[in-house]
């Protein structure tokens, strides 16, 4: 069996034709849509998290912003989401190198992080109500619950991608771009993730004045 045999049985089409009239060098022409999309939305989603922060550092220099001390669950949503990205990357190695019945564990591993972080998320709510660091009693927890929702938001439209994903039984280019997208979200979510911890937990008055050059 030549080369050109194996790739026409291996290939799988993502909105293209089996005659691959549709088809880019990469055979991935409804791959660059898709791919475009998704750097748009993310694009988008940087900003609205980047006015939320630049909100929450201006907000932070009232006379009464109360710091709140971070629960200890975030730092459990950060390594389940952590490995949730970590088991997407390995899905799209694998199925880079024809391994797809691991591919697929993988990618639903990290689905099953995804899922776990956003529990935890609730823990982590759940154990600031125990302490009476509610969504409207200081001004930081309200931004702790209004930051950690709209990332958990993210994080589970996320996950109605990877159940697609996960749902595709081809195992060729079209498997690949879906796992492919997943992955590049799943570091976009932990990039942003990260960011926000290091405002919630680090970012003091005095420091934004600094950056402001107002101190």
Not at 98 to 113: K, P, S, Y
Not at 160 to 187: I, K, Q, V
Request: aromatic share 12%; net charge positive; charged share 10%.
């Amino acid at each position: 069996m030549n080369a050109d045999a194996v790739y026409k049985v291996t290939r799988d089409e993502f909105g293209g034709n089996p005659s691959g009239g549709g088809q880019t060098r990469n055979g991935q022409a409804g791959g660059a849509p898709a791919s475009v999309g998704l750097w748009i939305f993310m694009g988008v989603v940087t900003a609205l998290f980047t006015l939320f922060l630049a909100a929450y550092a201006m907000r932070m220099d009232s006379p009464d912003w109360q710091r709140i001390a971070l629960p200890w669950q975030v730092w459990l949503s950060t390594g389940l989401l952590a490995a949730g990205s970590v088991a997407m990357q390995a899905a799209v190695r694998l199925a880079r190198t024809g391994r797809m019945a691991e591919a697929r564990r993988a990618l639903r591993l990290g689905g099953l992080g995804a899922a776990a972080f956003v529990a935890s998320q609730l823990w982590a709510w759940q154990a600031l109500h125990a302490v009476n660091v509610g969504p409207v009693n200081n001004p930081a927890g309200s931004f702790f619950y209004l930051l950690t929702a709209m990332h958990g938001l993210h994080v589970i439209g996320g996950l109605a991608g990877w159940a697609f994903a996960a749902a595709f039984r081809g195992s060729g280019e079209g498997a690949l771009l879906r796992m492919s997208l997943c992955a590049r979200y799943w570091h976009f979510l932990l990039a942003v993730w990260v960011v926000l911890l290091a405002a919630l937990g680090w970012l003091t008055p005095e420091i934004v004045r600094y950056i402001c050059g107002t101190a």
